[in-house]
Nanobody, 115 residues
Framework: QLQLVESGGGLVQAGGSLRLSCAAS????????IGWFRQAPGKKREGVSC????????NYKDSVKGRFTLSRDNANNAVYLQMNSLKPEDTGVYYC????????WGQGTQVTVSS
C-alpha cells in the first residue's frame, strides 16, 4: 500500500522560500496523479497544485501561480513543491495526495509564514 511522508515545512518570514517534499513508499508514484493541498486554521482543506500521472499537465491555485512550482521525481519516488515569495496567507498544514483508483494522504507538514 502506498504511503506518503511530507517534510520541509517550517517557520519562514514573508518573502522567504520553502521546499516541501513528499516521499512515497510501498508503491511507485509514476502511475498516480499527485496533488498538494493545504489547510489553514479554521478553514477547509484546499487544493494548491496538482500534476497528472504523466507529468504533462499541471495546475495551480490562482493565488500561488508564479510563486509555487510542483515537480515530480519518479526516479526518487518523490514529489516536491517549491514555494517562493511566501505570504502569511500561505500558512497552513500542507498535505501530499496521490490518486489512482484510491486516494492516499500523507500526515502533513506545517508551514508558518510570519509577517
Amino acid at each position: 500500500q502506498l504511503q506518503l511522508v511530507e517534510s520541509g515545512g517550517g517557520l519562514v518570514q514573508a518573502g522567504g522560500s520553502l521546499r516541501l517534499s513528499c516521499a512515497a513508499s510501498g508503491s511507485t508514484l509514476d502511475n498516480y496523479a499527485i496533488g498538494w493541498f493545504r489547510q489553514a486554521p479554521g478553514k477547509k482543506r484546499e487544493g494548491v497544485s496538482c500534476i497528472s500521472s504523466s507529468g504533462d499537465s499541471k495546475n495551480y491555485k490562482d493565488s500561488v501561480k508564479g510563486r509555487f512550482t510542483l515537480s515530480r521525481d519518479n526516479a526518487n519516488n518523490a514529489v516536491y513543491l517549491q514555494m517562493n515569495s511566501l505570504k502569511p496567507e500561505d500558512t497552513g498544514v500542507y498535505y501530499c495526495n496521490a490518486l489512482r483508483s484510491t486516494r492516499y494522504w500523507g500526515q502533513g507538514t506545517q508551514v508558518t509564514v510570519s509577517s
